[in-house]
T-cell receptor, first 115, second 111 residues
Framework: SAVISQKPSRDICQRGTSLTIQCQVD?????MFWYRQQPGQSLTLIAT?????????ESGFVIDKFPISRPNLTFSTLTVSNMSPEDSSIYLC????????????FGPGTRLTVT | GQNIDQPTEMTATEGAIVQINCTYQ??????LFWYQQHAGEAPTFLSY????GLEEKGRFSSFLSRSKGYSYLLLKELQMKDSASYLC????????????FGAGTRLFVKA
C-alpha cells in the first residue's frame, strides 16, 4: 500500500494568515483527495486533486478559500487561506491506488489551530 | 443527497462479539467501506463490500444488503486494542467515484 506523508504535522496560526499543507506519496497515484475532520466528527471531503487540471470541490468549499495544487502524480498541496478559528481542524490527504478497488490510504493528518 | 446513519457510541466487553450497524441512502451507490480510526490517528481500511452478503476477514466481518441500504461490521473476540471509531463510508458515482463518510461509531472495549 502507498505510504503518505504530510507536512506540517501540526501548526498554530493567527487568523487572517494562510497555511499550505503538503502531501507526498511514495508511488504514482491517479486519485488524491483532501479531507477535513473537525474534533469528534467524521471526515468531510473538501476536494479531489486532479493532476494537470483544476481540483474538483465539494459543496461548501471554494477554490479561493482552499486552493489546491497537483503538479505531478506523487504530490499535492492544500492551502487554507485567510484563516479563522472555524478552520481549526485536522486536514488529511488520501489516495486511491487505482488497482481496481476504491479503498483509500490516508496520510497522518495536519492538526491546525487558528487563534 | 446522501445520508449515512450509525450509532454514536457502543460499549462491549473484552472477548465478546459486537455488531455495528450502518444504514445509508444515496444515489449512484457503488459499494460500502468500513474504516477503523484510533484516537489521534488516520483512518485505516478494514473492508469493502460491493455485493450483498457477508465477507469475513479474520476477527472482522462485514455484511451488505443493497436493497435495504444496510450494512454491519461484526467484531469477534474483542480486544482492548479494538477500542476506536469505526467509520461507515459509501462509495458513490457522482462525476467520478467519491467516498462519503458517516459520523463514525466510537467503540469502547472494557475488561
Amino acid at each position: 500500500s502507498a505510504v503518505i506523508s504530510q507536512k506540517p504535522s501540526r501548526d498554530i496560526c493567527q487568523r487572517g494568515t494562510s497555511l499550505t499543507i503538503q502531501c507526498q506519496v511514495d508511488s504514482q497515484v491517479t486519485m488524491m483527495f483532501w479531507y477535513r475532520q473537525q474534533p469528534g466528527q467524521s471526515l468531510t471531503l473538501i476536494a479531489t486533486a486532479n493532476q494537470g487540471s483544476e481540483a474538483t470541490y465539494e459543496s461548501g468549499f471554494v477554490i479561493d478559500k482552499f486552493p489546491i495544487s497537483r503538479p505531478n502524480l506523487t504530490f499535492s498541496t492544500l492551502t487554507v487561506s485567510n484563516m479563522s478559528p472555524e478552520d481549526s481542524s485536522i486536514y488529511l490527504c488520501s489516495v486511491e491506488e487505482g488497482t481496481g478497488s476504491y479503498e483509500q490510504y490516508f496520510g497522518p493528518g495536519t492538526r491546525l489551530t487558528v487563534t | 443527497g446522501q445520508n449515512i446513519d450509525q450509532p454514536t457510541e457502543m460499549t462491549a466487553t473484552e472477548g465478546a462479539i459486537v455488531q455495528i450497524n450502518c444504514t445509508y441512502q444515496t444515489s449512484g451507490f457503488n459499494g460500502l467501506f468500513w474504516y477503523q480510526q484510533h484516537a489521534g490517528e488516520a483512518p485505516t481500511f478494514l473492508s469493502y463490500n460491493v455485493l450483498d452478503g457477508l465477507e469475513e476477514k479474520g476477527r472482522f466481518s462485514s455484511f451488505l444488503s443493497r436493497s435495504k441500504g444496510y450494512s454491519y461490521l461484526l467484531l469477534k473476540e474483542l480486544q482492548m486494542k479494538d477500542s476506536a471509531s469505526y467509520l461507515c463510508a459509501v462509495s458513490r458515482l457522482s462525476g467520478g467515484f467519491k467516498t462519503i463518510f458517516g459520523a463514525g461509531t466510537r467503540l469502547f472495549v472494557k475488561a
